[in-house]
């Protein structure tokens, strides 16, 4: 009978054990921000690549204008 009882408690605890380790998050929970992070400062070189990649699709735009304004006075 003491066998019994020593099992149960045992494997009851033995549960036990596991379920709160198991549950146990070490992890801290950053606390929410407030304020956006801030941008981290880009590359200088990067920004004149992505200027000069904007003036090329812009100048490319003013082309074709250009052309067809062109091509309707030739019209007239």
Do not use: F, H, R, Y
């Amino acid at each position: 009978m003491n066998s019994k009882w020593l099992l149960k408690l045992t494997g009851t605890a033995l549960a036990a054990m596991l379920i709160t380790g198991c549950a146990a998050n070490n992890q801290d929970v950053p606390p929410p921000e407030e304020e956006p992070p801030m941008e981290e400062p880009a590359d200088p070189e990067m920004e004149e690549d992505q200027n000069m990649e904007e003036d090329m699709e812009q100048d490319k735009e003013n082309m074709e204008e250009d052309m067809e304004m062109e091509e309707e006075e030739d019209q007239q």
